[in-house]
């Protein structure tokens, strides 16, 4: 889920709610997902403080993103899955 998560913010900042429907998760799986990320420094918070706080990338996932897209599509291929 995380991994879904990320390839759907690399492109454009969302919030938990528009994060939860594009997925088609539950709202509090998202926020769960996010929150996580966010403790581990993955991903960043525009607008803490307010409803509707966007998320993205952080800058170490950026400038690692392909490491970690090596990771993925290493993982996707033992489990037999493509991105």
Excluded at 1 to 29: E, G, Q, W
């Amino acid at each position: 889920m995380r991994a879904k998560i990320l390839l759907f913010l690399k492109d454009r900042p969302a919030n938990a709610h528009k994060v939860a429907k594009s997925l088609i998760i539950d709202y509090k799986t998202a926020r769960y997902h996010l929150d996580l990320l966010v403790k581990n420094g993955i991903l960043d918070i525009i607008n803490k403080e307010k409803y509707g706080s966007l998320y993205i990338p952080s800058a170490m996932l950026v400038a690692d993103w392909e490491m970690y897209n090596e990771v993925w599509r290493a993982v996707g291929k033992d489990l037999g899955r493509s991105l």
